[in-house]
């Protein structure tokens, strides 16, 4: 047996305990230094991530917002009741993810996708980050495909494309939503996935809005999350972007998708309350100085992506309330100029029985037109100038009585426009049947008949492209080739019904 030489045995342990150093780490576990309205200041956490989920006691779970040299500033997803000054905490090294999926839809969920819907859980097994960088510029399509909403003066002025960002904008009370809620219905039966999110909203809305979209059979194509006026700021601020999320699984599968933001106001305000209780420096109106970030990287998120990835797409329509009409504030400016192009609701259309109350001379579409259809755009090539005279000539109408022919009739041409354009409450259109009465419109077929009796002969030209023999082909032929139909057979159809109809 060999000899066991105790002394350099013994020299060897020794030498091992002087330099063993025993390390701990101590970067992801900290202490709350401060805690109330949903936001913890929290010391210790050295090494933790921007928006890196963080485990409070009770269960609570923050999202790191506010990275300081002494201290990390967390937004609190839960009852900040539950902690208190000198609680234990620890960093999880996890983004926040929310889950996705088609057994989302016909539901209403929070932020966090938890159904609040008291139809039971919702389980998926697909996570997907709430935050995501967006398509860059090689992965995406130019908008070349219509969006029909349904709304005459929309699809003819203002038309939105899939894979666009179109801006609702007015005064509050002005029909935005309805249009947004009408753009939803009008998606039934065309395999558009819709996602509505209701940020800061009344519990009442959101609830008018469930039994809209569930009287019209369009929940089982639509998601709602819902991050009402009650909910915390947080949980606000986070709406739109698990919303966005939820789409993007759609579109990454090759499917269209359609997203409404009501409203991107009451995000900034949720986003500047948070901003605050981090005391973070504000700025103009008193947002911080990346609210501006807030929002692109948002609306940036809406795409059409290219055929090898699939060609879906996410359409986006953010609304945003204005402040007695001014778009030159902060936040519409700011959306304006991230958006390609908006919708704009004026107040006074509105009280006039003007509704839609959409004013078309501040109301632009930047993409829209490439993917209307031919034969609408034929059809409303010379509107947007029509309304703009109209506009111009009943102002100085209003001065004189003494007004030549020319005048008057392009007077009551622009009345009778006026008049076409309105639409009722979920009253959406098909493409014929705005096609139909579009040309009969610009094409001066309307020009004998009284005022009083458009809405009559409109009634019955929709009613003769279902029944009709020749609106049938007039339909058949423009579902088809999505061009125009022979005029010949389009004008003979309009005179036959103006003539019966009167």
Do not use: W
Not at 218 to 245: D, E, F, M, N
Request: net charge negative; with cysteine; proline share 3%.
């Amino acid at each position: 047996m060999a000899n066991i030489n105790l002394s350099e045995i013994s020299s060897l342990l020794k030498e091992k305990i002087k330099n063993y150093q025993q390390v701990i780490a101590t970067d992801s576990i900290g202490k709350v230094i401060e805690v109330g309205d949903s936001i913890a200041l929290v010391s210790g956490l050295d090494k933790v991530m921007l928006n890196e989920l963080i485990e409070f006691p009770g269960g609570v779970m923050g999202i790191a917002q506010s990275l300081e040299s002494d201290h990390v500033g967390a937004i609190l997803l839960g009852d900040s009741s539950l902690i208190k000054e000198g609680d234990t905490v620890s960093a999880t090294g996890r983004i926040l993810e929310v889950p996705v999926g088609e057994c989302f839809l016909g539901r209403v969920v929070n932020p966090l996708g938890e159904a609040i819907d008291g139809l039971g859980s919702i389980v998926s097994d697909v996570y997907r980050p709430v935050e995501k960088k967006a398509p860059g510029v090689m992965a995406r399509e130019s908008v070349n495909e219509p969006l029909q909403t349904g709304i005459k003066v929309i699809d003819a002025l203002v038309p939105i494309g899939k894979g666009q960002r179109e801006l609702i904008i007015g005064d509050r009370q002005t029909g935005k939503t309805s249009i947004a809620i009408d753009t939803i219905l009008n998606q039934k039966d065309t395999g558009v996935i819709c996602i509505y999110v209701a940020i800061g909203q009344k519990e009442s809305t959101v609830k008018s809005v469930y039994e809209t979209l569930k009287d019209n059979d369009a929940l089982r194509y639509s998601i709602i999350v819902s991050a009402s006026a009650s909910t915390p700021a947080p949980l606000q601020y986070l709406a739109p972007y698990a919303g966005v999320t939820m789409a993007e699984y759609f579109m990454e599968k090759g499917k269209d998708a359609l997203i409404i933001y009501d409203d991107l106001s009451k995000h900034a305000v949720s986003y500047r309350e948070l901003s605050l209780l981090l005391h973070r420096p504000p700025g103009r109106e008193a947002y911080p100085g990346d609210v501006f970030y807030l929002h692109s990287r948002l609306l940036e998120r809406a795409a059409k992506l290219n055929k090898e990835l699939g060609g879906g797409s996410i359409t986006a329509l953010p609304i945003i309330e204005t402040q007695a009409g001014d778009i030159s504030a902060y936040i519409p400016t700011n959306v304006i100029s991230i958006t390609d192009g908006q919708i704009f609701l004026q107040t006074d259309y509105f009280h006039k029985g003007i509704r839609p109350a959409i004013n078309a001379g501040l109301s632009v579409s930047r993409v829209g037109g490439s993917a209307q259809i031919k034969a609408i755009k034929k059809v409303s090539g010379t509107l947007r100038l029509d309304l703009a005279a109209y506009r111009e000539l009943e102002s100085f109408s209003q001065f004189g009585s003494d007004l030549d022919d020319d005048t008057k009739t392009r007077l009551d041409r622009g009345a009778k426009t006026v008049e076409i354009l309105k639409q009722g409450l979920h009253k959406t259109l098909r493409v014929e049947e705005e096609y139909i009465i579009l040309y009969a419109l610009t094409r001066g077929l309307l020009d004998k008949v009284e005022l009083s009796d458009i809405r009559k002969v409109e009634e019955a030209l929709y009613s003769n492209l279902r029944t009709n023999e020749k609106g049938k082909e007039i339909t058949k032929i423009l579902l088809e080739t999505k061009n125009s139909v022979d005029d010949e057979l389009v004008k003979s159809f309009i005179n036959d019904t103006i003539k019966k109809a009167i």
